[in-house]
């Protein structure tokens, strides 16, 4: 999910006018997401919006399909995209301002397939950061899903220029 106005973000910053494309330690923000789903082996499918073009020519460049959804927010474009493509099968969705490890996607995974909701939401002290599972087949159906909360350690949840100095703080200490 790559398609948000960012206005929290107060963009422009460093240089970027899209939040997925914000540099945080010298690396787009996208960028993290997407090399955490690679190590992980999963397609990645982006969706993005009109509030999103530099995006999305960005992610067309590094080869990533994308799909365009209507730009009306992160459930409403989720949902759009479960219903006009009929996705009948698990989706793993991940926001695109995310900075997380593959084990996060690991027990994610792992949580989901062990509980017994057709979907999950990835929380971190009781906040959603912007991950979730969702059973295509069941929202076929039905706009509500049950849900079920999904504790994680290790995602931050950039959104705004504090969060992006945060997660430098965080990656360096990784780093050393």
């Known amino acids: 999910m790559c398609g948000g106005k960012g206005k929290r973000m107060n963009l422009p910053y460093r240089g970027a006018r899209e939040k997925p494309l914000v540099p945080v330690s010298g690396k787009k923000l996208i960028d993290y997401s997407l090399t955490a789903l690679k190590e992980v082996k999963l397609d990645v499918l982006a969706l993005t919006s009109p509030n999103s073009p530099e995006t999305e020519n960005y992610l067309k460049e590094k080869g990533i399909s994308v799909i365009r959804a209507p730009g009306k927010g992160y459930v409403e474009d989720m949902m759009w995209f479960i219903e006009k493509f009929r996705f009948s099968f698990p989706l793993l969705v991940v926001s695109a301002d995310l900075i997380f490890i593959k084990n996060e996607i690991f ?34 159906f039905t706009e509500f899903q049950p849900e079920e909360k999904c ?12 969060d992006v100095e945060c997660a430098e703080n965080i990656l360096k200490k990784f780093k050393s």
Do not use: H, M, Q
């Not at 909701?117 to 929202?139: C, F, L, M, Q, R």
């Not at 504790?151 to 504090?162: A, D, I, Q």
């Open 151 to 162: 504790k994680v350690k290790w995602v931050v949840n950039v959104n705004s220029r504090k």
């Open 107 to 140: 027990r994610i995974l792992d949580f989901y397939y062990r509980c017994d909701k057709p979907a999950i939401t990835a929380v971190k002290n009781s906040e959603n950061v912007g991950i979730n599972v969702v059973d295509g087949y069941y929202t076929l």
